[in-house]
């Protein structure tokens, strides 16, 4: 069963706009990690928040965990047109464990 | 990072025929995942490839349906057995050492089954 909710299903921007999606899970974790998948290609990994951590950052991206409302956001600043894909959360129990994922958000960002 | 390759990227096969998929990882990893990924869905695990011992499947997944080997730390292959057009989907392997917690996965298998 799926671990995860994604919100929103779906997320249309313009280019230059930051876009943020929301991720809740209902069990304990060890880790959260968040891909991006470009129309049904393989994913691709983007960042690993760990249980004790709260925010990290990669370049225009930035991600938050709050483990009492179990949930975790990806930010994505000043947008473009190449982010356009699906991203997913999925999270483990263990560290190298296995990952259950939320349902994705869509993102379409229009140049 | 480990590179993950997948063969082959994608196949369109009959039904009652079976497929297998290759998944091979440049370095030693200590654990493989096969997971699948329906038409506009997420991805759902489907087993965990031991090696040298019989895969652990998840819920809703039978060893009868996909067979899954481990031979060594780098190599896995998933099949998919007599095929039905419920079958179409994106198969994908992972992987991820125990020290890394990081899950790289391949570039996935699209299959349709007609």
């Known amino acids: 069963s799926q671990q995860g909710e994604e919100d929103p299903q779906a997320l249309s921007i313009q280019e230059g706009e930051n876009a943020t999606m929301n991720c809740s899970y209902k069990t304990s974790i060890n880790n959260l990690q968040w891909y991006r998948q470009n129309s049904g290609r393989g994913l691709v990994h983007l960042i690993l928040?760990?249980?004790?951590?709260r925010e990290k950052h990669s370049g225009r991206l930035r991600v938050t965990l709050d483990t009492s409302k179990k949930s975790s956001s990806l930010l994505i600043t000043a947008s473009r047109a190449a982010d356009t894909a699906s991203y997913f959360c999925?999270?483990?129990?263990?560290?190298?464990?296995?990952?259950?994922f939320g349902g994705g958000t869509r993102v379409l960002v229009k140049p | 990072s480990a590179v993950i390759s997948q063969k082959p990227s994608r196949d369109i096969c009959q039904r009652g025929t079976s497929l297998t998929i290759q998944c091979q990882v440049d370095s030693q990893v200590t654990m493989m995942f096969w997971y699948r990924q329906q038409p506009g869905q997420s991805l759902t695990l489907i087993a965990t490839a031991n090696q040298g011992s019989e895969a652990t499947y998840e819920s809703g997944f039978v060893i009868d349906k996909f067979p899954i080997s481990r031979p060594n730390l780098t190599f896995s292959t998933l099949t998919v057995s007599n095929m039905s057009p419920e079958d179409s989907s994106i198969y994908l392997c992972?992987?991820?050492?125990?020290?890394?917690?990081?899950?790289?996965f391949g570039p996935g298998t699209r299959l349709l089954v007609l």
């Open positions: 928040i760990r249980s004790n951590e």
């Open positions: 999925a999270t483990s129990q263990a560290a190298g464990n296995k990952l259950t």
């Open positions: 992972s992987g991820n050492s125990r020290s890394q917690e990081t899950q790289y």
